[in-house]
């Protein structure tokens, strides 16, 4: 499927419109950002072993009964996806304390989080995606009622699915970000990516860390953690481009 006419470019992922009206083609660029895009870099690699990634976890919730945008692959860093209207909202798990949630309340990185914790954060980098509780998101109107008890009970799911498949490969999920969207029918779809950009992936003996905090931290080594990543997983790296 072409790519007709660029639609829009974020930090690390482009969107163009296809002959299909309902269809998108994203693009997996190898441009990488953090702390709200203050550091910036591109890696050589970078989009196509999160496409693999992305590709191998959407098809594997699809098989579990998740609704995921994935169409189809259709080349090292392009993916045909559903287009659908976007809910502006983050919707991140957690199954040990790190990052943001660590610095917000004091406690220590690693602890254990018994039930899984569920947070919502608005999607606005100008004001550095702020954290949200329900009532905001309901007198906002960003979102409504059904959307988040939705969102919240798909994403736990999730969670459930994705914390065995991660500890096969040695590894503790610590917690992703997801998006969701709904399709032309309202129904609620899984959308964006999962990839090491968007989770924490520490080894479950050595805790040493496989994402995107390699690049936060200047830990080097980036794109090689990512297709350690994939390798565990039992993905099979695509051919390159
Ligand atoms: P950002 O800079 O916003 O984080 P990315 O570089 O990740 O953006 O680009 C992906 C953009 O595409 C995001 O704005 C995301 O919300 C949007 N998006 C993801 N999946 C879909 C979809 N299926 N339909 C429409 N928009 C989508
Ligand atoms: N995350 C993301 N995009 C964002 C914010 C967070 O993909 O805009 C992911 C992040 O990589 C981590 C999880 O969501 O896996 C929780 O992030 P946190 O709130 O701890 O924020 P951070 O420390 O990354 O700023």
């Not at 702020?130 to 969102?151: K, N, V, W, Y």
């Amino acid at each position: 499927m072409k790519k007709l006419k660029l639609i829009s470019t974020g930090k690390s992922k482009s969107l163009y419109t296809t002959d299909h009206h309902s269809q998108l083609v994203m693009e997996f660029r190898n441009d990488i950002s953090a702390f709200n895009a203050v550091k910036l870099d591109n890696l050589a690699g970078k989009g196509q072993v999160n496409n693999d990634i992305n590709t191998y976890l959407m098809n594997f919730l699809t098989q579990q009964g998740i609704k995921t945008h994935l169409i189809e692959r259709v080349g090292p860093q392009d993916v045909i996806v559903k287009s659908l209207k976007m809910i502006p909202l983050e919707a991140v798990v957690r199954n040990y304390a790190a990052g943001s949630l660590c610095k917000r309340y004091g406690i220590a990185q690693g602890l254990a989080l018994q039930p899984p914790l569920f947070e919502f954060f608005l999607k606005n980098d100008a004001l550095g995606d702020p954290i949200l509780r329900d009532e905001h998101i309901l007198s906002f109107g960003f979102a409504t009622e059904q959307d988040m008890d939705e969102i919240k009970k798909t994403s736990l799911l999730i969670n459930d699915l994705l914390v065995p498949l991660f500890k096969q490969a040695g590894f503790w999920l610590v917690d992703f970000k997801l998006e969701f969207g709904r399709d032309n029918e309202g129904k609620l779809v899984l959308a964006d990516e999962l990839s090491p950009d968007g989770c924490r992936i520490w080894d479950a003996t050595t805790q040493e860390i496989f994402d995107k905090d390699r690049f936060r931290q200047d830990l080097g080594l980036v794109i090689e953690h990512y297709q350690a990543v994939a390798k565990r997983l039992g993905i099979e790296a695509s051919a390159s481009s």
